[in-house]
């Protein structure tokens, strides 16, 4: 157990829909990163937030935004689904170089 | 452009049958190096950090070394229980991101 919680474990939606995952980062973790887990493109960085403020982005799509309270939890809107968006989405925190995963939400867009 | 490249896709051993997994990368500037593991359907867990060239660590049967260019997770006297896809991952020290680059993994399947 690494100590990083996500919420829900599994979604499954309709295209066009909105849906918001949950992370809480383990204890004493500032930092908050958010990956993609596809079949045929592998764990992709999206955005990393430390201490409420968005540090980082990657390949996020316009779509998606995230934002981290001032309790350090962090949450992941996607919104106008698509098909495409199906997924495994992690969360991961640090306070130094390791970064500790979450168990993931598997998103089906259906 | 910081790259990862895993070989090989997949591999599998007889329980005891020891291997090594290859990590290639490419990065401006390294600030370290990272092996995950990956069961199916879970998140990856954290299985080393490695920051310079001939660096190595160890963790049961698992050994992780490094070079310039390429790291290696050498897999001694392999059982079932280390049956998943091991990940390797990159951070670089240039962009100041934390971000982590990874490949696409390696399968391990271990057969008693």
């Known amino acids: 157990d690494s100590g990083v919680t996500q919420t829900p474990k599994h979604l499954i939606t309709a295209t066009g829909q909105r849906v918001t995952l949950r992370c809480s980062p383990r204890?004493?973790?500032?930092?908050v990163y958010w990956y993609q887990q596809s079949l045929d493109q592998g764990l992709q960085f999206l955005i990393q937030?430390?201490?409420?403020?968005?540090?980082a982005k990657g390949n996020i799509l316009e779509r998606f935004s995230a934002q981290q309270f001032p309790d350090l939890h962090s949450e992941l809107n996607l919104s106008s689904l698509e098909l495409g968006d199906s997924a495994l989405y992690f969360c991961?925190?640090?306070?130094?170089?390791?970064?500790?995963f979450g168990p993931g939400t598997r998103l089906t867009v259906t | 452009e910081d790259q990862v490249t895993q070989s090989p896709e997949a591999l599998r051993l007889q329980e005891g049958e020891s291997s090594s997994l290859n990590c290639s990368y490419t990065?401006?500037?390294?600030?370290?190096l990272f092996w995950y593991r990956q069961d199916p359907g879970k998140g990856p867990e954290f299985l080393f950090t490695?920051?310079?060239a001939g660096e190595e660590k160890e963790k049961e049967r698992l050994k992780a070394t490094l070079t310039k260019k390429e790291s290696f997770l050498h897999i001694t006297a392999p059982k079932p229980e280390d049956s998943a896809t091991y990940l390797c991952?990159?951070?670089?020290?240039?962009?100041?991101?934390?971000?982590?680059?990874f490949g696409t993994g390696t399968r391990l399947l271990v057969s008693p």
């Open positions: 990065v401006s500037g390294l600030r370290g």
């Open positions: 991952a990159v951070q670089d020290s240039v962009s100041g991101f934390q971000k982590l680059v």
């Open positions: 490695l920051y310079s």
């Open positions: 204890s004493g973790d500032l930092s």
């Open positions: 991961a925190s640090s306070r130094g170089s390791e970064q500790y």
């Open positions: 937030y430390y201490n409420g403020e968005e540090r």
